[in-house]
């Protein structure tokens, strides 16, 4: 089987998280002895970059598809690579679609954000098979957009068990990470972007504190465009010397926040799956979520994590409190209740799912 892998994300050397998954699910065809060409684009800085960078990736979809012959297209990140597939469907009407959808290519994170739908749409309409990183979300594209094409689900190529798993040791995690080593944390990974909620983490902190202040310490690990932002709220609500921020880090180092953590915050207002909360799951981190999109699949209230509605600082703040207030043995129970959770996903049981799909041999 061949195939061409067409997405608009994918890791560099100075971005390596930059769009990681669609680089696992290429290792797991790869594995399975499928042929993957790919077009892809790597982050660029600067509109113009950008700009010239998304004017080749489309002509380079267009002549592609056009001039060589491919089991499938398999499409990453529907709202920014339908338009060239469109096009080439004109052409070639015969040519066969797997689009894999991420999150917020198909429900925007912005309700008025619409100028893609209109391509979503007719992409999805077309595409021979779907891939959804969750129930959740496979249920929620299937009514938006009133789909009766095969949607598949596989939970964004799994969590990879050689990098995250629980060592058993906070203190030796809060050394690498230059935390007080006396100091429980409560953490949140996440880009500093619109729509992950980072401003709700640092409120309900301040919130919390306030009330009534804890001997918890808190830890931000991330980066993004509205970094300025964030500097600039931890600074009016006088958190420095409460939650220490570090920078976005790569995988293998993500390891060691998830150890040096007690929970993991999760306030993102839409996820399509959320790798990273069990990434945490997987060192024995329990997750305090929103309840939206695909976080519904795994997190178990009460069992191996709290929810909180999406945007309810009051709860969120109510959530956090709840977890510190458990005993110890609560504590423990629900991290290991969160370690089996991430066995689920494990990556060597879920990488399976992939190929098959390719294959026709899996139920929708």
């Not at 040519?95 to 912005?110: A, F």
């Not at 100028?115 to 779907?130: A, C, D, P, Y």
Request: proline share 4%; aromatic share 10%.
């Amino acid at each position: 089987m061949k195939i061409l892998l067409i997405s608009n994300m994918y890791p560099s050397e100075q971005f390596p998280s930059y769009g990681v998954f669609v680089q696992n699910t290429e290792k797991i065809l790869v594995q399975h002895d499928i042929q993957v060409d790919k077009i892809v684009m790597q982050k660029k800085t600067s509109k113009l970059s950008k700009l010239f960078s998304y004017a080749s990736h489309y002509a380079n979809v267009i002549v592609t598809g056009l001039t060589k012959n491919y089991d499938y297209l398999y499409v990453h990140y529907a709202s920014h690579n339908a338009l060239p597939i469109l096009i080439l469907k004109k052409f070639r009407k015969n040519i066969k679609v797997i689009t894999n959808i991420h999150g917020s290519d198909v429900v925007p994170k912005d309700p008025n954000d619409n100028q893609f739908e209109s391509n979503v749409e007719q992409l999805l309409q077309l595409s021979n098979k779907i891939i959804s990183p969750s129930i959740a979300y496979k249920e929620l594209i299937k009514n938006k957009y009133n789909l009766t094409n095969s949607i598949y689900v596989f939970p964004s190529g799994g969590v990879d068990p050689e990098i995250f798993y629980s060592y058993h040791n906070k203190e030796e995690a809060k050394k690498k990470l230059n935390l007080n080593t006396d100091q429980k944390v409560i953490g949140c990974v996440s880009r500093i972007d619109s729509g992950k909620g980072w401003e709700y983490f640092l409120q309900a902190i301040s919130l919390l504190e306030n009330e009534t202040p804890t001997s918890y310490h808190y830890l931000y690990v991330g980066s993004g465009v509205e970094e300025e932002k964030f500097k600039a709220m931890m600074a009016k609500l006088n958190l420095h010397s409460k939650v220490t921020h570090l920078p976005a880090l790569p995988q293998p180092e993500l390891v060691h926040v998830y150890n040096a953590i007690d929970a993991f915050v999760f306030p993102s207002k839409a996820e399509s799956l959320g790798l990273v909360g069990l990434e945490a799951m997987a060192c024995g981190a329990s997750v305090i979520g929103s309840k939206v999109g695909g976080l519904q699949d795994y997190i178990q209230h009460g069992k191996n994590g709290l929810f909180f509605e999406k945007g309810d600082i009051d709860e969120l703040v109510f959530q956090i409190r709840s977890f510190i207030n458990l005993s110890d043995e609560e504590k423990i129970r629900m991290s290991l209740a969160s370690i089996e959770t991430a066995r689920e996903y494990d990556l060597n049981k879920v990488s399976n799912i992939l190929p098959t799909i390719f294959f026709d041999e899996v139920e929708k």
